[in-house]
T-cell receptor, first 114, second 116 residues
């Protein structure tokens, strides 16, 4: 079974631009979550989607948004990029929404903002 | 609200020695607990999980962890370290009890170094 696929692996953007990251979950998984990983803040929850609905959102500004499609694939968008948005963005899928369902992570998209 | 504290940002052990990575959590509801491992330039891989039932949980690659409610701990152990165990380890807690999702709360991570 194929794992979680994130594209692209690497991105370099300039301040003020916007970016879209893509995530394809494991087949059959309906829940997709996004996390931001930085050396200073560690792993922080961005949001979770289940059946095309955002179930919850972490403590991030409105510049961070996402969506989920009917095939469970998900995208996240960051508008008006800031230098502090440079991070590894990890997507994770799980069979069901709920804290008991383990997350399966992709290899991430490394975003560099210059 | 929930939080996770991992004691020691770096832990160094000799090959063949016991590995002990410490994790303490805080949760207002009965927790679900997880350990993940991250190798360089990769995502996180689930090592083991505690949801309900037996408090001693066995995971992949010879790792295990014991849930101790009285100590609010979920320490990760492995009897004999291998060079391939060198990686970053994250403890995580979820307080979701079925109604809505608040995401996993991760510890800051422990970098495990294996000395030959």
């Amino acid at each position: 079974k194929a794992g979680v696929t994130q594209t692209p692996r690497y991105l370099i953007k300039t301040r003020g631009q916007q970016v879209t990251l893509s995530c394809s979950p494991i087949s059959g998984h309906r829940s997709v979550s996004w996390y931001q990983q930085t050396p200073g803040q560690g792993l922080q929850f961005l949001f979770e989607y289940f059946s095309e609905t955002q179930r919850n959102k972490g403590n991030f500004p409105g510049r961070f948004s996402g969506r989920q499609f009917s095939n469970s694939r998900s995208e996240m968008n960051v508008s008006t990029l800031e230098l502090g948005d440079s991070a590894l963005y990890l997507c994770a899928s799980s069979l069901a929404a709920g804290g008991w369902s383990p997350l399966h992570f992709g290899n991430g998209t490394r975003l560099t903002v210059t | 609200a929930q939080s996770v504290t991992q004691l020691g940002s770096h832990v160094s052990v000799s090959e063949g020695a016991l590995v002990l990575l410490r994790c303490n959590y805080s949760s207002s509801v009965p927790p679900y607990l997880f350990w993940y491992v991250q190798y360089p330039n990769q995502g996180l891989q689930l090592l083991l999980k505690y949801t309900t039932g037996a408090t001693l949980v066995k995971g992949i690659n010879g790792f295990e962890a014991e849930f101790k409610k009285s100590e609010t701990s979920f320490h990760l152990t492995k009897p004999s370290a291998h060079m391939s165990d060198a990686a970053e380890y994250f403890c995580a807690v979820s307080g979701n009890q079925g109604g809505g999702a608040d995401g996993l709360t991760f510890g800051k991570g422990t970098h495990l170094i294996i000395q030959p």
